[in-house]
Every structure is written in structure tokens, then in C-alpha cells.
């Protein structure tokens, strides 16, 4: 077999065995809870009798073993049981709110994948220069901002009594824009005549945000003053659209944090490349710097980039936790912290797997295509 | 050769930054090169080589700069025209060809279409007509297979099959110069023939004119008609081939040159029925399935030092472990004086790992950074010996003066502060404060430049005499082992292949590799390689292991 | 805040990726000795006495570097003589609801009327306290494992690092929100539960979370110490494991060691932060951040920033820090280009 296939398998069969420690975790975590479901959710009324009898009917009375058993198969098929507090069957509550989270992850993950890779990219190839630092500053600024606080300024700037908000934050992104542009006109020497295109386009895409600001004080409409909501209501019945618009401020202060963390490592790996001696063989060979990124870094790019997205998209599904709670989004996460707080067990147990089994598959999926991109292993001895 | 000078170097200046300071690494060399010449270039490490040749592409790498002096290359100021230019020349005019292949080559692509970039992209050729000169350039260089060759990716091809691609790269646009920066450094001595012929028979064909920067004096005397000597940064001396080889002028060079002619102290034989201070009988050794040592037997006695010698993959450093007790063996014995040591160094007793002690190769992993000498020193003296306080310091003070290291000077010192050589001698020391009957000294010699690894081999050689040392002596270096082995043994794939007395190793007949491994060894002659290449075809033997 | 620097590089063993995460990369890195040895043909110099090497340092240092150190000064004095700066109590109710900045209450009232200055200073002490606690027991257990497990090598470092590999594999806040949960159960059933068992609980918690991070990056960094051929010579010398690892490895560990301290501080105090916001972490009445930010954040929604304000000293506080641990590893780096 094929060396990439056979290792693929290797994995993949790792990973399915990690998950079912992991789901042995959960349940057991949950098995340490004191007290009794049955009592629980029939409530301190209840006869003893009554106790008993729910109890068979939810099971209780088989061994701990069996239940995991039985757990787990109707986890694999869908079925998670039922809620504590609601009575309803978990797999409804979940299908609604996974689809719900998954939306949100993905609108983030397509807003921030190109912009990381792009920005990262352009500031390894400006290693040192202004624009390379500034972005560093940035970068670091924002991965250390807890959610909650990215969260509630952008619902301050963006929702709420600032319908200027945005055309502001665009202006000063303006700003930031300019002087990026400005900077690396100033750094031309070190980067060269080559790229004198990219600070150019900074600047002028500066320029025009900061022209906007004024525009959007003398016609507001043209210039696109609008205020987003700060709480999510998104229903199943809620048109693509204004979907869009009820979880652009969750998905962009994901966004915000995911972009900082998948530049920095972005950056780091192409800059790892960029050191090697084959690259350092090709500059010898007199050819171009845009031949030498183009034909001999970025296929060997491949592999650690892909990882990187794929770490950070792992990132994305606890990320989506906080962000949910804070636009009350209704999805997974959202439904966790709430049945944490009214310790609905088995919606919480339901919810840990479901995370748990998204960070692994993701995580296995990076592992895979790394190995699916390594050129040693594509075309084996 | 014509009169016509290609490249011309006047007094370049080159810093490099080191921390915040800009260093001088170039101090003003001037250098002249004529059309279809072989220049050599040597020196010892930092000696400034490797910048100087990048130099004459117009090319310093990062955290350098020319500070100084012209680059004239065919006519043309290399530090006054732009980077379009300079680049439009690199690959095209003036190639290079890297130390290690294997890091060289970008491992997404066939080495075919490395091979086409170049005439590609400086429109010398289109891309079928560049592939034909592949393979054609490939028969010419002796590859196996020249016609699927450049099929494969850079990781399915061998090391030195890899080091003649890329010489076969550096030659797609037929170039007016190339540099060859230590092409066979990294290769084993038997390989090493095979790149040499090929580099030679290359430039020769195509009227190339060469740099060939080396730190092996005798490679040089093959490949290069003319010689200069680099030491930090400036020029020593330069003469022809022949003349440097005869009559060199320069106090540093005829240093160099005299380095293989140090001969260790001449010693009597041992009684037969001598008791060996090591003794190893029959043994096995494998790391995991894979086997490693088969059968391995060898004595070595006091007072004398027994040369192991081999390629890599031999299983020399292997029998060392087994010997230290790091690999248990999965059969036969290490005896000590006679009595059979336990195969795990965790069930030696303190005295018997004191006994035996190790020098290592690469003296920057060998001590502590964070340690100063005199406690990388006094530990062991504190461990076996139990001195402590006064007594320590004595005793370390003892021991730097037999290493001839200043205690006064060097005592409160990190290894960070010390040279190559210092740092080595240092390990030495580490390994006598155990007052050790055997020192195993792998590969000791093989990191460090010629001058100082001579320094070290003569200390070696006199704490023998004084101290009673027996010494086994782990090198891949034929020359070393010439110059300080009482006996000889010579392993491959694991095995025993002749073992005796070293007078006896050198004089024919001999085991079909040992004479291989021999007549590799590159000597001061110019004609030795010459006469080596027409010896074998003559006689049939194989020109390399690789494809013995 | 993500911690995706120490993500399981492998759920399995990812032996041939060339890229691991940079500050991995760059931290391990800050141990390697080859890299010290420059020019072997040039002089040598005595090595400058480690005073003169730190006030170079600090003279160097970068504004953003500068910052980082001044501001944790500041947070550091603030939460040490929290008494001395707040005008009035933790937990004193002076006043209504929700009171705007006033003379007497600089930043207003929080939700029950106590002062917000006053608590947003007590706030510091407990919160960076929790988190240094924290991060100091998650240092001692995931260091030493990490420790033993490269020395030991062999089916200790095998077992070791499985059951770590299993433990990474569920994100860490929401593995925590489980463990919290059962924790604060069985804390609640206990007849009059003092509140610092939630916090203990909360400490334990995330240091046996954490600690599985740095257990990875010591691991990896006595990995690359213990193959060095000094560590073998002293092996075979027949030196005690405790000698090995505090004499030959620690010392050339501490440098990296130090930049990932800094590293896990940040990641515990947000994620700490994070858990308080939820509900899950510190409990009131005890001064928090991240609760406080909580408490008041039905603020947001008439467009008053005062949630802003304990957001904002956690993301102060954790920006310095990183920008002291950048210039570290950028210094180290820089050594060797």
C-alpha cells in the first residue's frame, strides 16, 4: 500500500481510539456527579416508588459499564437521550444548534483563513521592515484579548448608540493602512524595487476608508453607515441573508482572534522556509524573487500552512463558546454553558462529545494532509 | 587556460553583524581569475572561504555586507550594478555548487526540472532541449541510469549520485565560472573519488573556469591549478599547485602542510600472554531489530592505541557504546583486565565506569555551557576520586597544566569562551581527572581544523607515554590513523573486516575494502588522483562503494 | 485567547512535520548550545559578567518591550498594596445600583452598588494571584513529568505521554467546564461550603489542564538536552537522576523555561477569566475580572462601557506580558542570525 495511505489509516485508527478514551472521560466525569438523575429530574416530590420505576426506565439500575455501552450507541447513532430540564430529545436540541455553530465557525473561518495567510504571508516577505512590525504589534495585541472584551467593543462600536461605529473603525483601520503604506515606502531599499505595488495599494486602500469618514458625515448612506445587532436572534426560519447580518458580530470577533493567531504562525513557517538552503540554491541560480516564493517556497508551504488553518480552525469550536454566550447565539455552545448552569447532565455530556469529537477530527484531519503534502512521503524510495 | 582574466577582486572588504557590531570576516583580498582556470581556495574554518566565493557572485548572505574594495566580472562592476543584473548572471554565467546536495535541492521537484530552471528561465534553451543536456550531462558525470535519473525527486537519490546532479545543475547553462563550495565534505573518502573525477572531468570538457574551496589540502592539490590560503579574513599566501606543494613560503602554510608528517612515538610490542585492558569477544549488537554489530572481536592493550576505523554505518561508534555499557550486546562479552564486565552500565560498579572514560567529537555538545571548566573538571575528580574543597582545586590545577591550558587563565571560564581546540582539550582533561586506565576518543580530531587537530593528537600521544593510557581511537581519517595507531582494526557493515599490527595494515596484500578505503585517501601528489582513476579502470575495481 | 502553540502536534505521533507551533519552536530553540559557537577561528573573548549582558538588554529593549515591563510593575504593586489604593471595600455596598462616575465613586457602581475602582483594585489581587498560583502548580507537575520523561526515556516517557496526548485531545475550556462542574456539585452538597473550596477547585482544575502544555515544551526542551553528549558523559559517570536533571538540564533549560511561564500565565489567566465570565470560576462575592465583567454586562446594551473596564485591565495586563515574552524569544532568536 501506498506509504501515504497506509499512514493515513494508522491515524485515522489512532484518532477513533482517542475518541473513545476521551468519550470514557466524559462519562465517567459525569458519573462522579453526586446525587440521583432519577430524584433529579422527577424532583424532591416524588415517592420513592416513583423514583425506582423511572429509574429502570431511564436504566439506571444497569452497571455503569452497560450504560456507557448503550450511551455510546445511540451517541454514534444520533440519539442522545433526553434533557433534564426540557424533557425534549437532546438530538433536536442539537441538530438546530450544531447547524447553528457551524455556520458561525465557517462564516469566521472564511473571513479569516485568506486574510492570515495573505497578511502573513506579505509579512514574512517584509521580514523587519515597518509594515512587518506593526502587524507583529497588532497581532500580539489581539491574541491576548480575552473574547468577551473583542466581544463588547465591537457591540459597542458596531450595535449599539454608535451607529457611526463602523465607518469609524474603518477609518482608523484607514489610518493604520496608510502608515503601513507610508512606512514601507520609507523601507524601499530593504524590500527593493520589487514590491513597491503592495504599500502602494495599502496606501491607497487607506486614503479611501479615511476619505469615507468624511463621506459618511456629509451622506451617511453612501458612505454605509449601518449598526449590526448585538444579540443574534436567529431562528430556523431566518432568510440567508439576514442571517448573515444577525451573526456578522459574533463571526467577526472570532474572526479578530483566529486572524491573529493564524498570522503569526503563518508568518513563522514561511519565514522557517525561507531559510532553507534550497531557496538560498535558487536565489543562486539568479532566479526572480517572485519565481523563487512562487515555483520553490510555496509548494513546500503547503504542508505547514494547512497545518496551521487546520490547528486554528480546531481553536474556532471552543472559541465559538464565549462568543455565543456573549450575542446569546443559539448555538452548541451556548446550549452548554446554559445547561451547566442548570447542571442539565446529559445535555452536558451530549455537548462534551460533540466538542470533543469536532477538536479530534479536526486536529486528525491536519495530521493527514500534513502527511498527504510531504513530498518525501507523495513519491516514496 | 587563456590570459583572459574573467573575474577580478580588488581589495573586497566584507562585515558580517554580529549582535549589534558589523565584524570584519573579508579584510581586503584581491583575487584574480582567468578564463578556464581551477583555483583553489583553502583555509581553515572562519578562515573566510565560503563568503569570498559567494562574493564573487555579488552575493553575501544575510547579515553581510560588502563594505569594500571592486568585484569585476568579465568587465562588469558587480557592486555597482543592480540586482536585475547581477541575478541575470547568477546560474547563467556563474553557478554554484553547495556544500550538501541534499539540503540544495528543493524536494517538491524532479531533478530534472531543477535542472531546466536555469537555461529556462535565462533563456538559454527551451525546456525539451534542456532535458536532453540532463541526461547528456548526467553520462558525462557517471551517473547510474542517466536516462530516469532526473525522474526522481532529490530524497530517492544517494548522496553522492545527489552532489554530481548538482553539478550537473550548476552546468546547464554552460557557465564561465563555477564555484564549488566543499562540494565532498560531507561525503565518505571512498564517494568522495567518484564527485572529485567527475568535477574534474566536467570542467576540463567545458573549458570551465573553477573556485574550489576546500579545508583538505591533498583535495586541492587535485583539483586546483593554482592556490590561495585564507586565514581570518585575509590572504597568506598564493602560488601555483606544484610550487605551494614543494616550496611554500609562508610559516602558516608549511604549518599545514607539515601536519601529516607527525609521527606518534614508536612502542614495543606487548608480552604475548599480556593480559588486554579491553577485550572484546564475539560480540553482537543490535538497537532494536535492526542488527548492528556481527561478531566483532578485538583486543587492545595498555599503553597502546588501537585505530578503529570505517565509513559511516560501519559500526565503529557502536563497538564504543558497547564497550561504555550504553548498548548492552545481545551476545559475546566486554572483558576488563581479564574479568567480564556486566553488559549494562547500571549494573558497573563506580570503579569500573571510572576505568574507562570517553572524549567526544563535537566539543560544544561534550561540556556543560552553563558549567565553568573547573567544575566540568572537579566533578569527577570530587565523584571518583572523593577530593573535595583544597584537594579539588589542586587537583583540577594538575590537570589543566598536563593539558597545557593556563589554570589561572582558564579555571573560572565558560566553554562558550574557548576555541574548537581548547574546548577539546578540556574533554581530555575531563576524561583523565578520572585517573581512567582506557579512553575511548571518538572521532576527536575529526570536527577540528588540521593545525589544531594535530596539536591535540600530539598531547594525546604524550599523556600516553606519561600516563600508561591505552587509547582506542574511533576515525574515519586514514591519515590520522597513519599517524598515531599502534594497531589497526577496519570494520564495515558491522563487521570485522582485518584487524593487525599498522605496519602490517599498510603494506599489501590487503582485504578488498581496506584497499579500497587506502587508495581513497587523497594525497599531497597533484597526479594522485590521476593515477588513482587509471589504476582502478585498468584493474577493474570498483571506483566507489557506492557501487561496489 | 486560544492556546494553540501547544495544540497536540500529534493526537498520534507527527514525527516528520517539519513545522510545530513558533513559540515551540522558538523556545526550544533558546536552549541549544551548537548555536552559541560562532566563528571557530576568531578570539576569544572573555564573556561579559551577566550584569553588563542585562543592562545591554535593557538598553536595547524595544518600546513595546518597555511597556510590557512597566505596566506589569504597576499590576504587580497594585494587587501587593490593594488596601492602600482602594478607597473602599471589597465587598462594601456604599451606594445604588449602576451610579454614574461621580467625585466620590471615580468609575460608578457596579450591580449591587459596590464602588468599581475599589473593586476593580482588590480584583487584581485575586485574579493574577489565582492565575500565578495556578500556573506555578501546573509549572512544578507538567515540568517535572516533562523532566522524567525525557531521562527516563523508554515506556515512562511512552505512558507519560499518551495519557497527555489523550488529556489534549478535549479543549481545554470546555474539558474544564465538565471537571467545574462536577467539582462545584459536590462543593455545593457540602453543609456551608466556604467559597474558596470553589476556587481551590478551580485552581487544581486548571493546573492539571495546563500543566499538560508544559509538559509538553519541557519534554521537548530536555529532549534536546538530554541527547547532548555531556548529559551521556555524566550518565556515565554513574550520577543520580536528581543530579542529571538539576546540574546538567535545568540550567540549560531555564531560559526557555522562563519565556514559557510567561506564555502559560497569559493562557491560565485568560482562560481563568474566561471561566469566571461563564459563571464557572471565581464566585462571588470575591472581586474578579472576568465575574465582574459579568456582573455588569447588561450595560452593554445602553451603551455604557463600564463592562469595558475589567476587560480591559485582563487584556492590559496579558498584552505586557506577551510583549515581554516576544522581546525574549525575539532576543534569542536575534543571537543567532
Known amino acids: 500500500m501506498h506509504p501515504i495511505a497506509s499512514m493515513a489509516l494508522k491515524r485515522l485508527g489512532l484518532g477513533l481510539l482517542t475518541l473513545l478514551v476521551v468519550s470514557i472521560i466524559i462519562f465517567s466525569a459525569v458519573e462522579m456527579l453526586p446525587g440521583d438523575l432519577a430524584q433529579e429530574i422527577l424532583g424532591q416530590s416524588a415517592t420513592p416508588e416513583t423514583v425506582a420505576a423511572f429509574r429502570k426506565e431511564l436504566g439506571l439500575d444497569k452497571p455503569p459499564v452497560e450504560r456507557y455501552f448503550d450511551w455510546l450507541g445511540g451517541a454514534v447513532q444520533g440519539d442522545f437521550g433526553k434533557s433534564l430540564a426540557s424533557k425534549r430529545e437532546i438530538s433536536d436540541l442539537m441538530s438546530t444548534r450544531l447547524g447553528n455553530t457551524l455556520f458561525l465557525a465557517s462564516f469566521a473561518a472564511i473571513l479569516a483563513v485568506p486574510i492570515s495567510i495573505v497578511l502573513g504571508l506579505l509579512a514574512a516577505l517584509y521580514r523587519n521592515t515597518w509594515f512587518d512590525r506593526m502587524i507583529n504589534v497588532l497581532t500580539l495585541s489581539s491574541i491576548s484579548f480575552p473574547e468577551f472584551f473583542v466581544a463588547y467593543i465591537l457591540i459597542l462600536m458596531l450595535a449599539v448608540g ?70 443574534s436572534n436567529i431562528s430556523p426560519g431566518t432568510s440567508f441573508g439576514e442571517r448573515l447580518e444577525r451573526s456578522f458580530l459574533p463571526a467577526l470577533t472570532l474572526t479578530l482572534v483566529v486572524t491573529a493567531h493564524m498570522m503569526r504562525m503563518t508568518r513563522a513557517a514561511i519565514i522557517n522556509l525561507l531559510a532553507s538552503p534550497y531557496i538560498e540554491m535558487a536565489r543562486l541560480k539568479g532566479m526572480s524573487p517572485m519565481r523563487v516564493i512562487v515555483t520553490h517556497a510555496l509548494p513546500n508551504a503547503l504542508a505547514p500552512i494547512i497545518n496551521v488553518v487546520a490547528i486554528n480552525l480546531a481553536y474556532l469550536i471552543t472559541g465559538v463558546v464565549v462568543v455565543e454566550v456573549v450575542f446569546v447565539y443559539p448555538g452548541v455552545g451556548q446550549l452548554m454553558v446554559d445547561s451547566v448552569t442548570k447542571r442539565d447532565v446529559t445535555v452536558v455530556q451530549a455537548c462534551c462529545l460533540i466538542f470533543a469529537a469536532t477538536y479530534i477530527l479536526l486536529n486528525l484531519l491536519a495530521d493527514i494532509l500534513a502527511i498527504a503534502t510531504n513530498p518525501r512521503l507523495l513519491h516514496p524510495k | 587556460m587563456s590570459d583572459d582574466i574573467l573575474l577580478k577582486m580588488r581589495g573586497v572588504k566584507i562585515d558580517g553583524k554580529t549582535g549589534d557590531d558589523w565584524l570584519p570576516i573579508i579584510k581586503g583580498i584581491d583575487l584574480d581569475l582567468r578564463r578556464g582556470e581551477v583555483l583553489g581556495l583553502i583555509g581553515e574554518s572562519g578562515a573566510g572561504k565560503s563568503t ?35 541575478r541575470a548572471l547568477r546560474g547563467k554565467r556563474i553557478a554554484y555548487v553547495a556544500q550538501s546536495a541534499a539540503a540544495s535541492f528543493n524536494p517538491a521537484h524532479r531533478l530534472i526540472d531543477q535542472y531546466s530552471e536555469a537555461p529556462v528561465q535565462h533563456s538559454v534553451m527551451d525546456k525539451n532541449a534542456a532535458q536532453e543536456d540532463a541526461t547528456d550531462l548526467y553520462r558525462r558525470l557517471q551517473l547510474p ?29 554552460r557557465p564561465d565560472l563555477i564555484i564549488f563550495d566543499e562540494p565532498t565534505t560531507a561525503l565518505d573518502v571512498t564517494t568522495q573519488i567518484e564527485v572529485l573525477a567527475a568535477i574534474r572531468n566536467a570542467v576540463a570538457q567545458f573549458g570551465t573556469a573553477a573556485i574550489y574551496i576546500t579545508h583538505d589540502l591533498a583535495v586541492v592539490a587535485q583539483m586546483a591549478d593554482r592556490i590561495m590560503v585564507l586565514r581570518y579574513g585575509e590572504l597568506v599566501e598564493e602560488a601555483p599547485t606544484r610550487t605551494m606543494l614543494s616550496a611554500p613560503t609562508q610559516d602558516y602554510t608549511k604549518s599545514l602542510w607539515a601536519v601529516r608528517s607527525f609521527k606518534a612515538t614508536a612502542k614495543p610490542k606487548p608480552a604475548a600472554d599480556a593480559v588486554p585492558v579491553v577485550s ?11 542488527p548492528v554489530l556481527h561478531g566483532v572481536s578485538f583486543d587492545i592493550h595498555k599503553g597502546r592505541t588501537v585505530a578503529v576505523v570505517g565509513e559511516s554505518g560501519s559500526g565503529k561508534s557502536t563497538a564504543a557504546r558497547v564497550i561504555t555499557g550504553l548498548l548492552p550486546p545481545s551476545s559475546g562479552e566486554v572483558l576488563f583486565n581479564g574479568q567480564v564486565l556486566p553488559p549494562n552500565f547500571k549494573r558497573r560498579s563506580k570503579d569500573q565506569l571510572r576505568q574507562a572514560q570517553m572524549i567526544y567529537q563535537m566539543a560544544d555538545t561534550a561540556l556543560n555551557p552553563k558549567q565553568r571548566i573547573r567544575d566540568i573538571i572537579g566533578r569527577p575528580v570530587e565523584f571518583y576520586l572523593g577530593l573535595k574543597g583544597r584537594a579539588r582545586d589542586e587537583r583540577v590545577r594538575e590537570l589543566l597544566d598536563l593539558i597545557e591550558m593556563e589554570p589561572d587563565t582558564f579555571a573560572h571560564r565558560y566553554p562558550g569562551e574557548l576555541s574548537g581546540g581548547q574546548k577539546q582539550r578540556i574533554g581530555i582533561a575531563r576524561a583523565l581527572a578520572a585517573d581512567p586506565e582506557f579512553i575511548i576518543c571518538d572521532e576527536v580530531t575529526s570536527a577540528l581544523d588540521q593545525l589544531v587537530a594535530e596539536g591535540i593528537l600530539r598531547l594525546l600521544d604524550r599523556l600516553q607515554g606519561e600516563l600508561d593510557l591505552a587509547y582506542m581511537f574511533i576515525t574515519h581519517d586514514l591519515a590520522t590513523v597513519r599517524t598515531i595507531a599502534d594497531e589497526v582494526v577496519v570494520m564495515q557493515h558491522g563487521k570485522v573486516v582485518e584487524q593487525g599490527p599498522k ?46 | 485567547m486560544t492556546d494553540t502553540t501547544n495544540e497536540p502536534t ?37 564573556q561579559e559578567s551577566r550584569w553588563k549582558t542585562l543592562s545591554r538588554a535593557f538598553r536595547t529593549a524595544p518600546l513595546t518591550a518597555w511597556f510590557g515591563m512597566i505596566t506589569i510593575a504597576i499590576y504587580i504593586i497594585v494587587a501587593l498594596f490593594a488596601p492602600l489604593f482602594a478607597p473602599f471595600g471589597e465587598r462594601e455596598i456604599i451606594g445604588a445600583q449602576f451610579e454614574e462616575p461621580n467625585a466620590t465613586y471615580m468609575l460608578g457602581t457596579d450591580n449591587l452598588g459596590r464602588d468599581m475602582l475599589s473593586r476593580l483594585i482588590y480584583a487584581a489581587r485575586n485574579t493574577v494571584g489565582i492565575a500565578l498560583l495556578t500556573t506555578f502548580i501546573s509549572f512544578m507537575l507538567g515540568g517535572f513529568l516533562g523532566m522524567l520523561a525525557a531521562t527516563f526515556g523508554g515506556w515512562v516517557d511512552q505512558i507519560l505521554s499518551r495519557i497527555i496526548d489523550v488529556l489534549m485531545s478535549i479543549p481545554s475550556l470546555i474539558f474544564a467546564l465538565l471537571a467545574l462542574t462536577v467539582a462545584n456539585t459536590w462543593i455545593g452538597r457540602m453543609d456551608n461550603p466556604s467559597p474558596w473550596l470553589y476556587t481551590a477547585a478551580l485552581i487544581v482544575i486548571m493546573a492539571v489542564l495546563d500543566s499538560t502544555r508544559v509538559f509538553r515544551l519541557t519534554r521537548a526542551v530536555a529532549m534536546n538536552i538530554v541527547v547532548m553528549d555531556y548529559v551521556e558523559a555524566a550518565r556515565l559517570r554513574g550520577e543520580g537522576l536528581w543530579y542529571i536533571i538539576r546540574r546538567e538540564i535545568l540550567p540549560n533549560a531555564s531560559a526557555p523555561l522562563i519565556a514559557e511561564f510567561g506564555l502559560r500565565f497569559c493562557f491560565v489567566f485568560l482562560t481563568i477569566s474566561a471561566l469566571s465570565f461563564l459563571g464557572l470560576g ?22 455604557v462601557a463600564v463592562p469595558l473596564y475589567p476587560a480591559g485591565a485582563i487584556a492590559l495586563l496579558t498584552v505586557a506580558v506577551n510583549f515581554v515574552v516576544d522581546w525574549m524569544l525575539h532576543r534569542s532568536s536575534g543571537l543567532k542570525d
Open chain 2, 145 to 173: 541510469n542517466p536516462d530516469e535519473i532526473g525522474f526522481r525527486y532529490p530524497h530517492q537519490v544517494s548522496g553522492g549520485q545527489l552532489q554530481r546532479a548538482m553539478t550537473a545543475m550548476a552546468m546547464s547553462c
Open chain 2, 52 to 86: 569570498m566565493g559567494l562574493a564573487a557572485m555579488g552575493y553575501v548572505r544575510g547579515g553581510c555586507r560588502i563594505s569594500g574594495g571592486s568585484i569585476e566580472f568579465d568587465g562588469m562592476e558587480l557592486t555597482k550594478a543592480g540586482e536585475a543584473k547581477r
Open chain 1, 162 to 231: 454608535y451607529p457611526f461605529g463602523l465607518i469609524w473603525v474603518l477609518g482608523l483601520i484607514g489610518i493604520w493602512f496608510l502608515m503601513e503604506g507610508i512606512g514601507s515606502f520609507r523601507d524601499g531599499r530593504k524590500i527593493g524595487k520589487t514590491f513597491p505595488v503592495v504599500p502602494a495599494i495599502f496606501a491607497l486602500i487607506g486614503a479611501a476608508f479615511i476619505a469615507n469618514v468624511f463621506i459618511g458625515y456629509w451622506k451617511p448612506q453612501l458612505a454605509g453607515v449601518t449598526a449590526f445587532p448585538s444579540i
Open chain 3, 10 to 46: 500529534t493526537i498520534i505521533h507527527r514525527s516528520a512535520n517539519a513545522h510545530e507551533a513558533q513559540e515551540i519552536d522558538d523556545i526550544v530553540a533558546m536552549a541549544d548550545p551548537t548555536a552559541a559557537s560562532a566563528d571557530a577561528a576568531a578570539p576569544r573573548v572573555e
Open chain 3, 282 to 303: 471565581v464566585q462571588p462575592p470575591t472581586a474578579d475580572w472576568g465575574s465582574m465583567v459579568r456582573d455588569n454586562a447588561t450595560l452593554i446594551s445602553f451603551g
Open chain 2, 503 to 548: 605496519v602490517e595494515m599498510f603494506t599489501p596484500p590487503h582485504h578488498s575494502y581496506t584497499d579500497l578505503l587506502l587508495s581513497s585517501v587523497p594525497e599531497m601528489d597533484p597526479d594522485w588522483l590521476t593515477n588513482l582513476l587509471d589504476e582502478r579502470i585498468r584493474e577493474g575495481k570498483p571506483l566507489s562503494t557506492e557501487d561496489a
Open chain 2, 280 to 290: 572484546l569477544r564475539n560480540v553482537d549488537a543490535a538497537y532494536g531489530p535492526v
